[in-house]
């Protein structure tokens, strides 16, 4: 197990980002189409094909999912990520032409210091391929990378990170997680993560929670304070089982799953957030309908809480004027 989302095996993650522009794309494929579905809480959402994922729709599998920066220019990464599946002879088979499905979601993150004046097409299609391209079943990077690049919190660098879990049953559960978020993964201005609870292994550096909570660890910090009016933010998240699911029951997974936004950010699912969770399975392991999916949807928001702050931790912050510090310019141990 490496602790990301590769560890369900038949996942692939693939990366890539522009540096000037501050901002990038991630691409989870599957080696086999998945059943999928998503929940969505945020209030400003931006989403490609997102009524197809609707328990009571038609196609039940997809291809790939895309995450990316660049607010609604962003949406054209799916369109990236479909033209190399399309390369690779994937796709939803109608009569003799197959249509690859790529369902996605963006962030904004078009305030961050970088150069979005890119002229006539944003640069999200090319990333978008490049991204598939570069999809490996093995270790990937986190931080400040793909969908990640350009994230921010309200007081430090957000990221792209990821975790996984087995159940008792050997069952797995994985996540990824881009974090875009309006309010703090972070107690306060302090090293201890609201998902600490959670943590495994030291994974995101180990503080735990502060012996007690001020006032001032419980106050509202909002990226952007009072003046902020743009929809600004968003957590991206991505669930993937090896469970066997109808496209119902991932549903399920993905609203109980959401519950680990709630357990690593604070506040969440506001009006200026695009919060999101996709849920995915591969299909391998049989498990029981309703106590056995109550279970996997309790790990897995455990796994998307320690995917979010994974991706704030990890985060290197822009090198730009005025920037956000990432957390290990403040608390990492040298």
Known sequence: MKNLLTDIPGVRVGHAHDAAVASGVTAVIFDRAAVASADVRGG???IRDGALLEPVNTVERIDAIALSGGSAFGLEAGGGVQAWLAEQGRGFAVGNTLIPIVPGAVQFDMLNGGNKKWGRFPPYRDLGYTAAAAATDGAFALGSVGAGFGATTANFKGGLGSASAVMANGVRV???ASVNAVGNVNVGDGPWF?????????EFGG???PSAFTADMLAMRLKGGPAATAIENTTLAIVVTDAILTKPQTQRLAMIAQTGFARAIYPVHAPLDGDIVFAAA???KTIDPLYGLTELGGVAANVVARAIARGVYEANALPFAGALPSWKMRFGKQ
Not at 194 to 202: H, I, R
């Open 194 to 202: 609201w998902a600490a609870p959670f943590e495994q292994n030291n």
């Open 174 to 176: 994985a996540a990824i």
């Open 282 to 284: 591969t299909c391998e």
């Open 44 to 46: 400003g959402p931006g």
């Open 207 to 209: 503080y735990g929670l």
